[in-house]
Structure formats: C-alpha cells, structure tokens
C-alpha cells in the first residue's frame, strides 16, 4: 500500500476487508470526509458528533471518540494535506436483512494524501449542471450520510466535462436539494430583508457538517438565515448561489447550465467565517 493512502481497520492497518461485513453487503452504515490541512483534521469534534449523530438513527453503536482519536495518532505521521474519511458499519452478520442482535460495530478510517491546491475552492467560481436523477423520498434516512450512496454515484456518472465541477440535485416532487457532493445555499440580496436560504432536507438529502457550521455561524453574525423549499426557479433567481462540503468548504457558483453570476456578493464572507 502506498504512503499516499493508509487505512485502519478497527485500529490495526489493513488492505483488505470480511467479506461478511453488512457495510459491504448492504450498505448497513455511515461516514464522514473531511479535510486535513497541515496535518489537521479540520471540524474533527463536529465531525464525530455528526457521526454519532447518524450512527443513532439508525440503531448503530458508535465507536467511542477515544478510538477514533488512537487512529488519528497512529495516522498522524501520514497526514499532511489530504481528505480523512470515517466510516462506521453495523459489522459481520450472517446472510439476510435482519440485524443481527449481537452485531459488533466496526470502524475504518482512511487517509488520502492530495494537494491544498487540489481540492481547494476557487475564486472564479465553479460550473454547474443539472442532474436527470431524482432523489427518491425516503423521511427516516433523511440528512443521514449513510453507505448505500448509489443515487450519487449515478448521478456523477451523468458527466465526465472537467468544465463541470458539480451537479445539482432534485427530488421526485422536483425540490432543489444539493450537489452531488455538496449542500447548497442561495442569497437573497433584499437590503434589511436580506436571506441565506438552504434546502429543507426532511424528505432526502444528506445534512452535511459545513452546511450545520455555516448556518450557526452565519446566524451569530446576524444573518437571517432559513431551512426553506427551494424551486429550481429560485435557485435561477437567486442573487448569489453557494455550495459547501467538509473538504472543498464553500465555493461560489459562477455559472448553472445558462445562467450566470460573475460578481460574488456574500459568498467572501461566508467562507471566512466558515474557515476560521
């Protein structure tokens, strides 16, 4: 295995994984990807809230943070600029839905090792198209980043373009609800009235850690900031739009299939605050 990539399982470096995990088998699990800048994991205690947070909705036992921190120890003569990834499955069981009783959680982590530059956001903005997949509708699993991941994968396949840096994503109701990899937010430039909006994300749609920090600190600011339903039209007639995740932060949409936004209005401040 080369130095640029290095995992964990349960604690000890490994290159392969049980065959029998539910994870694998059935997506039964979750996970988290963040950044590591300089050696440091950024947002780590949000992170793993998050992680426990998602483990809990969907009956898992999260891994104590003391182990994920032993992990991060061992990894640390690794890590300088790359993206860490957390993943927790509910373990091995036996063919078959139904979650074993005794199931003995396990943990991974994985390190990748990738230039700042490389996943760093730009300042010219990024182009955006949008996506034929739908999101299916599915309340219980709603803003959880759980494994099975395969309506992204689908839509990512939709574009090879390196012109293209994202895609956005709507439901079968035909609501905006993210990237492909991403959370979006859309600014409303209306003086006093002035709004930072994001997808309500009750139905489908992964509820991101950068999209959380953003809304919390956006709010201490002063900013009126709100969980609404969002068209595809308000998106078009939004004065600035964003997306954010944990390892690029946020980046400003300069152009969405035809239609464009040159000048960045709100987007500078946003990511200072969300990277301070």
Known sequence: MSTQSFVLVDGVRAECF?????????GDGVF???????????????QL??????????GLTV??????????????????????KLIVTRGSGPRGYLPPASAIPRRLMRYDAIASNMI??????????????????????????????????????EWNSTDIHEGLLLDQAERVISGVMSNLFIWRDQGKQSRLLTPRLDQC?????????????????GLQVEE?????????????????????????VA???????????????LAEWLDA
Not at 255 to 269: F, H, Y
């Open 49 to 58: 809230a998050k992680l426990a947070d998602d483990c809990a909705q969907i």
């Open 205 to 221: 749609g992964v509820a991101g850690v950068a999209r959380a920090r953003l809304m919390r600190l956006a709010r201490a600011q």
């Open 228 to 252: 609404v339903v969002l068209s595809l039209q308000d998106v078009f007639d939004a004065d600035e739009v964003m997306l954010t995740n944990s390892v690029s932060g946020l980046r400003r």
């Open 18 to 26: 049980p065959v029998d995990d539910r994870g694998l088998m059935y």
């Open 120 to 157: 760093a956001p730009s300042a010219d903005g990024i182009s955006v198209r949008l996506c034929t997949l739908r999101l299916g509708q599915q309340p219980r699993l709603a803003g959880i980043k759980h494994l099975n991941r395969l309506e992204n994968v689908l839509a990512r396949a």
């Open 255 to 269: 152009r969405l299939e035809s239609k464009t936004w040159p000048v960045p209005l709100i987007s500078p401040r």
């Open 32 to 46: 988290r990807t963040l950044r590591v800048a300089g050696g440091r994991p950024r947002w780590w205690h949000e």
């Open 63 to 84: 891994p104590d943070a003391s182990h994920w921190q032993a992990d991060l120890d061992l990894l640390a003569p690794y890590c300088t600029d790359g993206v860490l």
